[in-house]
T-cell receptor, first 109, second 112 residues
Framework: KQEVTQIPAALSVPEGENLVLNCSFT??????LQWFRQDPGKGLTSLLL?????REQTSGRLNASLDKSSGRSTLYIAASQPGDSATYLC????????FGAGTILRVKS | SQTIHQWPATLVQPVGSPLSLECTVE??????LYWYRQAAGRGLQLLFY??????ISSEVPQNLSASRPQDRQFILSSKKLLLSDSGFYLC???????????FGSGTRLTVV
């Protein structure tokens, strides 16, 4: 059974810092890994999708990496802004989509 | 471009009343459709998924049901709501799971 863990559970940083969110998983037999952002009371917004054959994806200030052999993915956010404050979820698709519990990020101005 | 719509955005219903939440997808054909629930302080739980009209699979036994009367329409229902049905309900679609999922904006259901 796939288990997904996200560390840290919560993070508070000053504006401008570069930061890393971590996602680890137990079963490397996955097709892809997707990072989502969720604002309070809102739906999920897809940030980055990494196929199992890929090692990383980039979009603007975001970079996500995938290392299947070690069962880890990281989401790197450069030059954080208050607007980045949200919950970040990683989800893996093997034979079904499994979510981590999320990291609550607060960027202070 | 593809879009997904959910309504209503918020709903307050008394215990024992019926429920109908609707989700529609535009800009794609034959999508896989999903209903998830996100309870307070907990992760996302898959409730139902559908690979085609009239084809519904249930992941967990519960007080809810789902239907897919049209290719791009997915409905979540209940005949009699329980307090434990409160939560944030999210609809999602994928054309193929390996291409990722797209989620709707969600419905906040409070059963009182």
């Amino acid at each position: 059974k796939q288990e997904v863990t996200q560390i840290p559970a919560a993070l508070s940083v000053p504006e401008g810092e570069n930061l890393v969110l971590n996602c680890s998983f137990t079963d490397s037999a996955i097709y892809n890994l997707q990072w989502f952002r969720q604002d309070p009371g809102k739906g999920l917004t897809s940030l980055l999708l990494i196929q199992s054959s890929q090692r990383e994806q980039t979009s603007g200030r975001l970079n996500a990496s995938l290392d299947k052999s070690s069962g880890r993915s990281t989401l790197y956010i450069a030059a954080s802004q208050p607007g980045d404050s949200a919950t970040y979820l990683c989800a893996l698709y093997g034979n079904k989509l499994v979510f981590g519990a999320g990291t609550i990020l607060r960027v202070k101005s | 471009s593809q879009t997904i719509h959910q309504w209503p955005a918020t709903l307050v219903q008394p215990v024992g009343s019926p429920l109908s939440l609707e989700c529609t997808v535009e800009g794609t054909s034959n999508p896989n459709l999903y209903w998830y629930r996100q309870a307070a302080g907990r992760g996302l739980q898959l409730l139902f998924y559908s690979v085609g009209i009239g084809q519904i699979s249930s992941e967990v036994p519960q007080n809810l049901s789902a239907s897919r009367p049209q290719d791009r329409q997915f409905i979540l229902s209940s005949k009699k709501l329980l307090l434990s049905d409160s939560g944030f309900y999210l609809c999602a679609w994928s054309v193929q799971e390996s291409y990722g999922y797209t989620f709707g904006s969600g419905t906040r259901l409070t059963v009182v």
